[in-house]
């Protein structure tokens, strides 16, 4: 697995400036209810973007009203530049799709998919190609019934690249991928990303989102609470942290924006004492992320202590 792929459109690219993904005021209802509600997205060309929520916040239907399977009630949406409603082959050709269940038959071989698919591109890739850049050579004669839960991802991944996508839509990739496959999978995107490919992903996985993403949004009840780097998510969220030491058999702690200073306060008040168990932590992504769509206290509830530095 040593190919880099590049995608053709990132040399000779119309509107270099415009986002690959342009989305104003997007809703989608069913029988009434916006399920999602008013979002906002840009995704800019060359980049990884997660886009993480919890189960029925809407992911899946904003992906695909922008890949062109569902038409949205309002908004403006531009895709590489097109609406995907009016979205022609040329259009259609530009963008890969890897949805939540596979497309790929189970009689074929894995290398007799990928020439059985060919014919639906304008320009298609060569299979082998195609077959290295996913590390499937070894499995290549194998039928797709055969393979395990991440070749048969990687096929999938294969077949969303043969008409060499600017951008590439993932549902959910590495759902049900055990760790390894995981990592394995995360190196096909990575190269992908690497040769120049915009890639569009959600995930339920946190570490998925930290590890790949240039910027990661969190959706909830179909509206966009947040966007950022991985590392700068939550924003004033990020800069609160938990300090902690261990008296006797209670843990003390104190949550606040300045830790040296409240380490400085903490031993000048007890020069002689040990601080056993102490520790000074940041609030992970997953910390975050449940506070932002609110499966987790509230940041008002420690502001109050964060302020006066009290010990609980
Ligand atoms: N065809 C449909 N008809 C009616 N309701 C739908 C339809 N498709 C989706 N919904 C509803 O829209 C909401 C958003 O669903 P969606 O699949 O976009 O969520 P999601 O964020 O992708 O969730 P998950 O993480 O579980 O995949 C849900 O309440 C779902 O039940």
Do not use: C
């Amino acid at each position: 697995m040593t190919t880099t792929w590049t995608a053709p459109g990132t040399t000779a690219v119309a509107h270099a400036d415009e986002p690959a993904v342009r989305v104003r005021g997007l809703v989608k209802r069913y029988a009434g209810r916006a399920v999602v509600d008013g979002l906002d997205l840009d995704v800019h060309r060359g980049e990884v973007f997660a886009l993480l929520g919890p189960n029925g916040a809407g992911k899946t239907t904003t992906v695909e009203i922008l890949e062109g399977l569902r038409r949205r009630d309002e908004g403006e949406v531009r895709v590489l530049g097109d609406d995907p409603v009016t979205g022609r082959r040329a259009w259609r050709d530009r963008i890969g799709v890897v949805g939540q269940s596979t497309g790929a038959g189970d009689a074929l071989t894995v290398r007799e998919t990928l020439d059985h698919f060919a014919v639906y591109h304008a320009l298609a890739e060569d299979t082998d190609e195609l077959i290295a850049a996913v590390g499937l050579t070894e499995a290549a004669g194998r039928r797709a019934a055969t393979l395990s839960g991440g070749q048969r991802r990687r096929l999938e991944v294969a077949l969303s690249m043969q008409g060499r996508p600017d951008l590439l839509f993932l549902d959910e990739p590495t759902t049900g991928l055990d760790p390894v496959a995981r990592r394995q999978f995360w190196t096909v995107l990575e190269r992908l990303r690497d040769g120049g490919t915009t890639i569009l992903l959600t995930t339920h996985y946190l570490d998925e989102a930290a590890h790949l993403a240039d910027r990661v949004g969190v959706i909830d009840a179909g509206r966009l609470v947040d966007v950022a780097p991985p590392d700068r998510m939550g924003g004033e969220r990020r800069r609160r942290s938990t300090v902690r030491w261990r008296e006797g058999d209670v843990v003390r702690t104190v949550v606040t924006t300045e830790p040296a200073a409240t380490l400085r306060a903490l031993l000048a008040s007890a020069p002689r004492a040990d601080l056993p168990d102490l520790t000074v932590t940041r609030p992970s992504l997953e910390e975050i992320y449940l506070e932002l769509v609110g499966a987790a206290p509230a940041p008002a509830d420690v502001s109050h202590t964060e302020d006066e530095g009290v010990l609980r």
